[in-house]
């Protein structure tokens, strides 16, 4: 299994391309089974969870071609209404499909994707909304099974904000008979996103952004092209590397609009941050102070960005107390941190972390994509070598980390 090998202690110095977004280009690629008209993407990143939901919308007929950043798919003759288990599992996203088979083709089998790392994250709401559209779902040997007739408009309040659930209910409803409205909608910049080009494929959606997105349902969508939103996560956890290493760093196809609560807490953390255009350049001159977050929904502080900042706050002055609030097990990297000498201590969502001079390098274990992703900062900011194992998690949502980190300044390699 690769590993990732990092001596710590440089600052990190210079510029660096942020992707496209993991999470933006997900529901993307699905919305391509909407309509039998190609589809043509740009800045579509370089990831395993990418591959994944290629391969799976391969294995139901799409035709998925690939050529550097740029995904063409057309959904023209669809052969298969399921997205098995072996996919599935190992990518959750892939309910993402369960909306537009069953707007398209009033039917769907889809593998439920169970528990992960970071909590139980059911797909109730996702199901409820389809029920409340008139799709008739029942469980069966682990599928959701859901047939339907043209789905009709309906009134959604979704339990809680979920973003793929926000974007599966959207997906579905663009081609319902009549108008449906979601409320309680998630407002991320990815269904921002995704809500943006499904207007380009001729859907109509009102209220995007906000917590109620009105839809009116069309017949048929067409074809579109779409450039992929850069990826806001990518390029948080890469200022986060930058402040913690009090490094000096210039991120270029930004998208600062979309970052608003992590730039603030990275200002609160004593960086000097300028935006120009899609340009970020952060500066960090001293040690970095604590700060305390929750995380919320957007324009919240994402969860994606917390264990982030926990590897900030390890090295911080002061202390720091994180509140986790969207999934209940999403402090998996506090074990692996205190392995490398942070003092963190943890009372149920809440984790205290008190600032300490110096991290000390040891072999470490990734859990989830975003804990690898502070394990690597931690690394980089920690005496000696650290080994971060498992990093196949990191592969499924950055793109060429090692490379990018490199080319900034970082001792960081890969081992086989
Ligand atoms: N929830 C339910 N029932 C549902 C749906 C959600 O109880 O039917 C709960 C979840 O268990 C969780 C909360 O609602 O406690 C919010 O979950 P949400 O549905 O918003 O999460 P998600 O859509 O499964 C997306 C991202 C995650 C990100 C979360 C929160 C994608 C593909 N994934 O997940 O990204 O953490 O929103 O912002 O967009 C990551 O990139 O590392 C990642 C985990």
């Known amino acids: 299994m690769d590993k990732l090998i990092i001596e710590g202690g440089r600052p990190l110095r210079g510029d660096v391309r942020v992707s496209g977004a993991k999470n933006a280009a997900l529901p993307i690629l699905c919305a391509a089974l909407l309509t039998r008209e190609p589809l043509v993407l740009d800045n579509v990143p370089q990831l395993r969870d990418i591959d994944t939901a290629l391969a799976l919308l391969r294995r139901m007929g799409v035709m998925a071609e690939r050529d550097g950043q740029r995904v063409t798919l057309q959904a023209a003759d669809v052969s ?26 009033g039917e769907a089998r889809v593998s439920l994707p169970g528990g992960c790392a970071i909590g139980q994250r059911p797909v109730d709401q996702h199901i409820k909304g389809l029920q409340a559209m008139g799709a008739e779902i029942h469980i069966d040997h682990g ?29 579905a409803a663009v081609l319902a008979d009549g108008q449906t409205i979601i409320e309680n909608a998630a407002r991320e910049p990815e269904v921002v996103d995704l809500a943006r080009l ?12 906000t917590d109620r997105l009105v839809i009116d349902g069309v017949e ?31 991120l270029i196809d930004a998208d600062p609009a979309s970052m608003g609560a992590t730039l603030d807490k990275l200002s609160e953390a004593g ?13 960090m001159a001293q040690r970095p102070r604590a700060v305390s977050l ?18 900030l706050n390890c090295v911080a002055d002061g202390t ?12 998996m990297h506090v074990l692996e941190l205190q392995r490398l000498g942070a003092d963190i201590t943890v009372e149920g969502h809440t984790a205290v972390v008190k600032g300490i001079e110096r991290l000390s390098g040891a072999t470490v274990m990734a859990t989830d994509l975003r804990a690898s992703a502070g394990l690597v900062i ?11 194992d498992r990093i196949y998690h990191l592969d499924r949502g950055y793109d060429g980390m090692e490379t990018k980190l490199a080319a900034v300044g970082a001792n960081v390699r890969r081992s086989r």
């Open 80 to 105: 298969s209404l399921e997205a098995p288990y072996d996919l599935v599992k190992t990518m959750r996203a892939s309910i993402l499909v369960l909306g537009p088979m069953v707007a398209r083709f």
């Open 143 to 171: 599928y959701v099974v859901a047939r339907a007739g043209r789905l009709r408009g309906a009134r959604i309040a979704t339990d809680m904000v979920t973003v793929t659930g926000t974007e599966n209910l959207m997906m």
């Open 198 to 209: 499904l207007q380009a494929m001729g859907a109509r959606i009102d209220g995007i952004g």
């Open 220 to 250: 048929s969508l067409h074809g579109a092209h779409h450039r992929v939103m850069p990826d806001r996560i990518e390029a948080g956890t890469f200022l986060c590397a930058a402040a913690a290493t009090r490094g000096r760093i210039r």
């Open 320 to 331: 720091g107390v994180i509140t986790e609030t969207i999934f209940e097990n999403r402090f």
């Open 271 to 283: 960086a000097a941050i300028d935006v120009d255009g899609d340009t970020i350049t952060l500066a």
């Open 378 to 388: 931690a690394g980089l900011v920690a005496d000696g070598t650290t080994t971060v």
């Open 294 to 311: 929750r995380t919320a929904p957007y324009p919240g502080f994402a969860t994606d960005m917390q264990a982030q900042f926990m590897a």
